[in-house]
Protein backbone atom coordinates (compact mmCIF):
# COMPACT_ATOMS: atom_id res chain seq x y z
CA UNK A 1 0.00 0.00 0.00
CA UNK A 2 1.01 3.29 -0.89
CA UNK A 3 2.15 5.67 1.98
CA UNK A 4 -0.47 8.11 2.57
CA UNK A 5 -0.77 12.15 3.91
CA UNK A 6 -2.85 14.08 5.65
CA UNK A 7 -5.00 16.61 3.46
CA UNK A 8 -7.61 18.92 4.44
CA UNK A 9 -10.03 20.81 1.75
CA UNK A 10 -11.24 24.23 3.79
CA UNK A 11 -13.82 26.01 1.84
CA UNK A 12 -15.22 29.38 3.36
CA UNK A 13 -18.33 28.15 4.29
CA UNK A 14 -17.15 24.65 5.85
CA UNK A 15 -14.14 22.13 5.47
CA UNK A 16 -15.08 20.27 2.50
CA UNK A 17 -12.43 16.98 2.96
CA UNK A 18 -10.50 16.02 5.75
CA UNK A 19 -8.81 12.94 5.46
CA UNK A 20 -5.88 10.58 4.54
CA UNK A 21 -4.97 10.11 1.15
CA UNK A 22 -2.26 8.60 -1.53
CA UNK A 23 -1.87 11.17 -3.93
CA UNK A 24 -3.02 14.79 -4.82
CA UNK A 25 -3.26 17.06 -8.24
CA UNK A 26 -3.93 20.23 -8.09
CA UNK A 27 -4.22 23.51 -10.53
CA UNK A 28 -1.40 25.22 -9.78
CA UNK A 29 -0.80 29.22 -11.36
CA UNK A 30 1.96 27.16 -13.99
CA UNK A 31 -0.16 24.27 -14.38
CA UNK A 32 -0.82 21.13 -12.32
CA UNK A 33 1.25 20.34 -9.31
CA UNK A 34 1.01 16.60 -8.49
CA UNK A 35 1.35 15.92 -4.72
CA UNK A 36 2.77 12.64 -3.23
CA UNK A 37 3.55 11.95 0.75
CA UNK A 38 6.41 13.66 1.88
CA UNK A 39 6.62 16.12 -0.30
CA UNK A 40 8.66 19.09 0.59
CA UNK A 41 6.80 21.78 2.48
CA UNK A 42 4.99 24.07 -0.40
CA UNK A 43 2.70 27.18 -0.82
CA UNK A 44 1.32 27.65 -4.20
CA UNK A 45 -1.97 30.07 -5.61
CA UNK A 46 -3.96 27.95 -7.34
CA UNK A 47 -6.28 29.15 -10.52
CA UNK A 48 -9.54 27.79 -11.98
CA UNK A 49 -9.06 23.90 -12.89
CA UNK A 50 -9.74 20.29 -11.35
CA UNK A 51 -8.82 19.05 -8.03
CA UNK A 52 -7.92 14.95 -8.29
CA UNK A 53 -7.70 13.03 -5.66
CA UNK A 54 -6.68 9.39 -4.90
CA UNK A 55 -7.67 8.34 -1.09
CA UNK A 56 -6.46 4.74 -2.32
CA UNK A 57 -10.01 3.26 -2.17
CA UNK A 58 -11.41 5.75 -4.79
CA UNK A 59 -10.70 8.89 -6.86
CA UNK A 60 -12.46 11.80 -6.13
CA UNK A 61 -12.50 14.74 -8.21
CA UNK A 62 -13.98 18.84 -7.41
CA UNK A 63 -13.18 21.69 -9.25
CA UNK A 64 -11.78 25.04 -7.97
CA UNK A 65 -11.87 28.65 -9.29
CA UNK A 66 -8.58 30.13 -6.90
CA UNK A 67 -7.34 29.51 -3.82
CA UNK A 68 -3.86 28.28 -2.07
CA UNK A 69 -2.24 24.92 -1.27
CA UNK A 70 0.05 24.52 1.51
CA UNK A 71 2.02 21.84 1.91
CA UNK A 72 3.83 21.04 5.39
CA UNK A 73 5.02 18.41 7.83
CA UNK A 74 3.30 15.44 5.38
CA UNK A 75 -0.34 17.10 5.73
CA UNK A 76 -1.68 19.33 2.74
CA UNK A 77 -4.55 21.95 3.15
CA UNK A 78 -6.31 23.60 0.46
CA UNK A 79 -7.89 26.97 0.95
CA UNK A 80 -10.74 27.62 -1.68
CA UNK A 81 -13.57 29.86 -1.83
CA UNK A 82 -15.40 27.21 -3.19
CA UNK A 83 -15.56 23.59 -4.51
CA UNK A 84 -17.44 21.85 -6.90
CA UNK A 85 -18.13 18.13 -7.77
CA UNK A 86 -17.72 15.31 -5.22
CA UNK A 87 -16.11 17.08 -2.40
CA UNK A 88 -19.47 19.71 -2.39
CA UNK A 89 -21.77 16.83 -1.66
CA UNK A 90 -19.02 14.65 0.64
CA UNK A 91 -19.24 17.75 3.40
CA UNK A 92 -19.25 15.32 5.92
CA UNK A 93 -16.29 13.28 4.73
CA UNK B 1 -71.69 44.60 33.13
CA UNK B 2 -72.37 42.02 30.28
CA UNK B 3 -70.86 44.47 28.02
CA UNK B 4 -67.36 44.71 29.69
CA UNK B 5 -67.48 41.15 30.10
CA UNK B 6 -67.70 40.34 26.83
CA UNK B 7 -65.44 42.65 25.51
CA UNK B 8 -62.86 41.17 28.07
CA UNK B 9 -63.17 38.18 26.58
CA UNK B 10 -62.45 39.26 23.49
CA UNK B 11 -59.41 40.85 24.32
CA UNK B 12 -58.20 37.80 25.94
CA UNK B 13 -58.90 35.48 23.24
CA UNK B 14 -57.02 37.87 20.84
CA UNK B 15 -53.99 38.49 23.20
CA UNK B 16 -53.86 34.72 23.06
CA UNK B 17 -53.75 34.76 19.39
CA UNK B 18 -50.90 37.23 19.49
CA UNK B 19 -48.81 34.95 21.78
CA UNK B 20 -49.54 31.90 19.29
CA UNK B 21 -47.75 34.17 16.95
CA UNK B 22 -44.93 35.22 19.34
CA UNK B 23 -44.42 32.20 20.03
CA UNK B 24 -44.06 30.49 16.55
CA UNK B 25 -41.72 33.35 15.62
CA UNK B 26 -39.20 32.65 18.59
CA UNK B 27 -38.95 28.47 17.23
CA UNK B 28 -38.45 30.08 13.95
CA UNK B 29 -35.32 32.35 14.74
CA UNK B 30 -34.49 29.56 17.29
CA UNK B 31 -33.53 27.03 14.56
CA UNK B 32 -32.50 30.13 12.11
CA UNK B 33 -29.95 30.97 15.18
CA UNK B 34 -28.30 27.69 15.13
CA UNK B 35 -28.10 27.23 11.73
CA UNK B 36 -26.27 30.78 11.40
CA UNK B 37 -24.06 29.65 14.50
CA UNK B 38 -22.70 26.68 13.20
CA UNK B 39 -22.18 28.61 9.99
CA UNK B 40 -20.21 30.88 11.73
CA UNK B 41 -18.67 27.77 13.56
CA UNK B 42 -17.99 26.23 10.31
CA UNK B 43 -16.62 29.08 8.53
CA UNK B 44 -13.47 29.72 11.39
CA UNK B 45 -11.00 27.22 9.77
CA UNK B 46 -10.94 28.83 6.56
CA UNK B 47 -10.63 32.66 8.37
CA UNK B 48 -7.88 30.75 10.65
CA UNK B 49 -6.01 29.07 8.32
CA UNK B 50 -5.99 32.14 5.75
CA UNK B 51 -4.20 34.34 9.04
CA UNK B 52 -1.28 31.59 9.60
CA UNK B 53 -0.63 32.01 5.90
CA UNK B 54 -0.32 35.75 6.07
CA UNK B 55 1.56 35.64 8.95
CA UNK B 56 4.43 33.18 7.40
CA UNK B 57 4.12 35.74 4.24
CA UNK B 58 4.55 39.17 6.22
CA UNK B 59 8.29 38.85 6.98
CA UNK B 60 8.94 38.30 3.49
CA UNK B 61 6.63 40.98 2.02
CA UNK B 62 6.46 43.44 4.34
CA UNK B 63 3.57 46.18 3.68
CA UNK B 64 4.37 47.36 0.93
CA UNK B 65 1.15 46.35 -0.78
CA UNK B 66 -1.36 49.40 -1.90
CA UNK B 67 -3.83 47.84 0.54
CA UNK B 68 -1.89 49.17 3.07
CA UNK B 69 -1.85 52.74 1.80
CA UNK B 70 -2.26 54.61 4.43
CA UNK B 71 -3.70 58.65 3.40
CA UNK B 72 -5.30 60.99 5.97
CA UNK B 73 -8.54 62.57 5.11
CA UNK B 74 -10.34 62.18 2.23
CA UNK B 75 -13.77 60.37 2.16
CA UNK B 76 -14.64 57.44 3.90
CA UNK B 77 -16.99 54.23 3.36
CA UNK B 78 -19.15 52.43 5.72
CA UNK B 79 -20.61 49.13 5.72
CA UNK B 80 -23.72 49.02 7.80
CA UNK B 81 -25.35 45.41 8.96
CA UNK B 82 -28.81 45.50 9.72
CA UNK B 83 -31.73 42.58 9.15
CA UNK B 84 -34.11 43.36 6.65
CA UNK B 85 -37.25 42.94 8.91
CA UNK B 86 -37.98 44.43 12.22
CA UNK B 87 -39.25 43.03 15.39
CA UNK B 88 -36.29 42.03 16.87
CA UNK B 89 -35.89 44.45 20.07
CA UNK B 90 -33.15 47.14 19.80
CA UNK B 91 -31.12 45.01 17.14
CA UNK B 92 -31.28 47.57 14.13
CA UNK B 93 -32.46 50.77 15.63
CA UNK B 94 -29.11 50.78 18.11
CA UNK B 95 -27.20 50.14 15.69
CA UNK B 96 -28.63 52.70 13.36
CA UNK B 97 -28.38 55.57 15.84
CA UNK B 98 -24.79 54.72 16.12
CA UNK B 99 -24.02 54.75 12.34
CA UNK B 100 -25.91 58.04 12.58
CA UNK B 101 -23.11 59.40 15.17
CA UNK B 102 -20.38 58.30 13.62
CA UNK B 103 -21.40 59.67 10.55
CA UNK B 104 -22.36 62.97 11.30
CA UNK B 105 -18.81 63.06 13.43
CA UNK B 106 -16.69 62.34 10.77
CA UNK B 107 -18.91 64.99 8.43
CA UNK B 108 -22.31 63.49 6.76
CA UNK B 109 -20.33 64.82 3.15
CA UNK B 110 -17.44 63.35 3.75
CA UNK B 111 -19.19 59.55 4.23
CA UNK B 112 -20.67 57.37 1.70
CA UNK B 113 -22.46 54.24 2.94
CA UNK B 114 -22.58 50.63 1.48
CA UNK B 115 -26.19 49.03 3.10
CA UNK B 116 -26.67 45.12 4.22
CA UNK B 117 -30.11 44.65 4.59
CA UNK B 118 -33.68 46.55 4.19
CA UNK B 119 -33.40 48.60 7.27
CA UNK B 120 -30.27 50.18 6.71
CA UNK B 121 -31.54 51.32 3.51
CA UNK B 122 -34.94 52.63 4.92
CA UNK B 123 -33.62 54.41 7.55
CA UNK B 124 -30.31 56.13 6.46
CA UNK B 125 -31.86 56.72 2.84
CA UNK B 126 -34.60 58.37 4.29
CA UNK B 127 -32.38 60.85 6.34
CA UNK B 128 -30.17 61.76 3.45
CA UNK B 129 -27.12 59.92 3.73
CA UNK B 130 -25.57 59.32 0.76
CA UNK B 131 -25.97 55.80 -0.39
CA UNK B 132 -23.66 53.32 -2.84
CA UNK B 133 -24.54 50.15 -2.50
CA UNK B 134 -27.22 48.71 -0.94
CA UNK B 135 -28.29 44.73 -0.38
CA UNK B 136 -31.33 43.44 0.60
CA UNK B 137 -33.32 40.85 1.02
CA UNK B 138 -30.36 38.72 2.42
CA UNK B 139 -32.56 35.75 3.43
CA UNK B 140 -31.02 35.15 6.48
CA UNK B 141 -28.37 32.77 5.61
CA UNK B 142 -25.14 34.28 4.94
CA UNK B 143 -24.08 34.33 1.72
CA UNK B 144 -20.34 33.57 0.36
CA UNK B 145 -20.93 35.23 -3.27
CA UNK B 146 -22.66 38.62 -1.53
CA UNK B 147 -19.65 38.82 0.28
CA UNK B 148 -16.99 38.54 -1.98
CA UNK B 149 -18.56 40.67 -4.24
CA UNK B 150 -18.79 43.30 -1.58
CA UNK B 151 -15.15 42.94 -0.75
CA UNK B 152 -14.42 43.49 -3.86
CA UNK B 153 -16.47 45.80 -4.93
CA UNK B 154 -14.91 48.22 -1.73
CA UNK B 155 -11.21 46.98 -2.77
CA UNK B 156 -11.67 48.36 -5.84
CA UNK B 157 -13.19 51.70 -4.72
CA UNK B 158 -10.03 51.64 -2.50
CA UNK B 159 -7.04 50.89 -4.75
CA UNK B 160 -8.87 53.62 -6.99
CA UNK B 161 -8.63 55.89 -4.10
CA UNK B 162 -12.23 56.85 -4.22
CA UNK B 163 -12.04 56.10 -0.30
CA UNK B 164 -9.26 56.34 1.83
CA UNK B 165 -10.73 54.35 4.49
CA UNK B 166 -13.58 52.10 4.56
CA UNK B 167 -15.06 50.35 7.76
CA UNK B 168 -17.49 48.24 8.82
CA UNK B 169 -20.47 48.49 11.46
CA UNK B 170 -22.29 45.33 12.52
CA UNK B 171 -23.61 43.97 15.63
CA UNK B 172 -21.03 41.69 16.79
CA UNK B 173 -22.76 37.97 18.13
CA UNK B 174 -21.12 37.82 21.66
CA UNK B 175 -23.55 34.75 23.46
CA UNK B 176 -27.17 33.88 22.81
CA UNK B 177 -27.87 36.69 24.67
CA UNK B 178 -25.86 39.89 23.87
CA UNK B 179 -24.38 41.38 20.81
CA UNK B 180 -22.55 44.89 20.55
CA UNK B 181 -22.57 47.24 17.96
CA UNK B 182 -19.10 47.77 16.88
CA UNK B 183 -16.66 49.51 14.48
CA UNK B 184 -13.86 47.58 12.80
CA UNK B 185 -11.70 48.81 9.73
CA UNK B 186 -11.79 47.35 6.86
CA UNK B 187 -8.96 49.23 4.67
CA UNK B 188 -6.73 49.73 4.87
CA UNK B 189 -5.20 47.09 6.44
CA UNK B 190 -2.91 47.47 9.23
CA UNK B 191 0.26 45.27 9.62
CA UNK B 192 -0.12 44.33 13.16
CA UNK B 193 -3.77 42.90 12.63
CA UNK B 194 -2.60 40.42 10.42
CA UNK B 195 0.77 39.78 12.25
CA UNK B 196 -1.61 39.54 15.53
CA UNK B 197 -1.89 36.01 17.41
CA UNK B 198 -2.68 34.13 20.18
CA UNK B 199 0.15 32.80 22.45
CA UNK B 200 -1.12 29.68 21.88
CA UNK B 201 0.29 29.73 18.04
CA UNK B 202 3.91 30.92 19.44
CA UNK B 203 5.00 27.51 19.51
CA UNK B 204 3.34 27.09 16.27
CA UNK B 205 5.18 30.07 14.52
CA UNK B 206 8.55 28.81 16.02
CA UNK B 207 8.16 25.35 14.07
CA UNK B 208 7.39 27.13 10.84
CA UNK B 209 9.88 29.39 10.58
CA UNK B 210 12.41 26.43 10.57
CA UNK B 211 10.90 25.16 7.57
CA UNK B 212 11.93 25.99 4.00
CA UNK B 213 9.47 26.75 1.83
CA UNK B 214 8.78 26.13 -2.13
CA UNK B 215 6.86 29.41 -3.29
CA UNK B 216 5.14 29.42 -6.43
CA UNK B 217 4.52 32.36 -7.52
CA UNK B 218 6.99 34.20 -5.61
CA UNK B 219 5.99 35.08 -1.92
CA UNK B 220 5.28 38.49 -2.79
CA UNK B 221 3.05 37.93 -5.16
CA UNK B 222 1.32 34.88 -2.85
CA UNK B 223 0.75 37.97 -0.47
CA UNK B 224 -0.76 39.99 -2.98
CA UNK B 225 -3.53 37.39 -3.97
CA UNK B 226 -4.02 36.26 -0.20
CA UNK B 227 -4.81 39.53 0.98
CA UNK B 228 -7.83 39.85 -1.40
CA UNK B 229 -9.09 36.26 -0.21
CA UNK B 230 -8.56 38.12 3.15
CA UNK B 231 -10.85 40.37 3.24
CA UNK B 232 -13.40 38.47 1.82
CA UNK B 233 -13.16 35.92 4.68
CA UNK B 234 -13.35 39.28 7.08
CA UNK B 235 -16.43 40.30 5.03
CA UNK B 236 -18.17 36.58 5.31
CA UNK B 237 -17.40 36.48 9.12
CA UNK B 238 -18.99 40.15 9.52
CA UNK B 239 -21.94 39.45 7.56
CA UNK B 240 -22.04 35.98 9.58
CA UNK B 241 -21.65 37.69 12.66
CA UNK B 242 -24.41 40.34 11.69
CA UNK B 243 -26.78 37.32 10.89
CA UNK B 244 -26.73 35.46 13.75
CA UNK B 245 -26.97 38.57 15.99
CA UNK B 246 -30.10 39.29 14.51
CA UNK B 247 -31.54 35.47 15.13
CA UNK B 248 -30.77 35.59 18.64
CA UNK B 249 -31.79 39.46 19.14
CA UNK B 250 -35.21 38.56 17.36
CA UNK B 251 -35.54 35.14 19.70
CA UNK B 252 -34.83 37.24 22.94
CA UNK B 253 -37.63 39.99 21.88
CA UNK B 254 -40.37 37.35 21.16
CA UNK B 255 -39.51 35.40 24.35
CA UNK B 256 -40.00 38.60 26.05
CA UNK B 257 -43.52 39.46 23.94
CA UNK B 258 -44.65 35.96 24.71
CA UNK B 259 -43.78 36.40 28.26
CA UNK B 260 -45.63 39.56 28.46
CA UNK B 261 -48.66 38.51 26.35
CA UNK B 262 -48.74 35.64 29.56
CA UNK B 263 -48.66 38.16 32.49
CA UNK B 264 -51.36 40.17 30.21
CA UNK B 265 -53.99 37.50 29.82
CA UNK B 266 -53.33 36.39 34.20
CA UNK B 267 -54.12 40.27 34.75
CA UNK B 268 -57.38 40.26 32.21
CA UNK B 269 -58.43 37.22 33.02
CA UNK B 270 -58.24 38.25 37.05
CA UNK B 271 -60.01 41.19 35.91
CA UNK B 272 -62.68 39.61 33.95
CA UNK B 273 -63.40 36.88 36.70
CA UNK B 274 -63.98 39.63 39.43
CA UNK B 275 -66.53 41.09 37.03
CA UNK B 276 -67.89 38.03 36.52
CA UNK B 277 -68.41 37.41 40.19
CA UNK B 278 -69.81 41.19 40.70
CA UNK B 279 -72.30 40.68 38.40
CA UNK B 280 -73.43 37.59 39.78
CA UNK B 281 -73.31 39.11 42.92
CA UNK B 282 -75.57 41.94 41.71
CA UNK B 283 -78.13 39.81 40.39
CA UNK B 284 -78.49 37.72 44.01
CA UNK B 285 -78.70 40.98 45.08
CA UNK B 286 -81.83 42.05 42.92
CA UNK B 287 -83.40 38.58 43.42
CA UNK B 288 -83.19 38.91 46.98
CA UNK B 289 -84.35 42.25 47.13
CA UNK B 290 -87.19 41.51 44.76
CA UNK B 291 -88.60 38.61 47.19
CA UNK B 292 -88.44 40.99 50.03
CA UNK B 293 -90.55 43.34 48.13
CA UNK B 294 -93.36 40.69 47.51
CA UNK B 295 -93.12 39.57 51.38
CA UNK B 296 -93.51 42.91 52.06
Known amino acids: MAKTFKLQIVTQEKV ?3 GDIESLVVPAENGYLGVLAHHAPLL ?10 DTGLRTLEGEVNDGFIEVQNNTATILTSDISGDFAKNAAN | MAENLK ?3 RRIRSIGNTMKITRAMEMVSAAKLRRTQSILHAGQPYAEKLQELLQRLAGAAGDSDPLFARREAGRIAI ?13 NNNLLQMAERWIKERGKDNVDVVCMGKKARDYLGKRGYKILNAHIDLGGLPEAPLARETANELRDCFLAEDYNRVFLLYNCFISQAQYEPVVEQFLPLSPDE ?6 GDEQKKGLHAEVEYIYEPDQKQLFARLLPAYLESMMYITLAQSMTA ?15 CGELIDSLTLKMNKARQAAITTEILEVVGGADALKG
Open chain 1, 16 to 18: AFD
Open chain 1, 44 to 53: AALTHGRVTV
Open chain 2, 7 to 9: ALR
Open chain 2, 79 to 91: VVFTGDRGLCGGF
Open chain 2, 194 to 199: ISEEGD
Open chain 2, 246 to 260: EHSARMMAMNNATKN
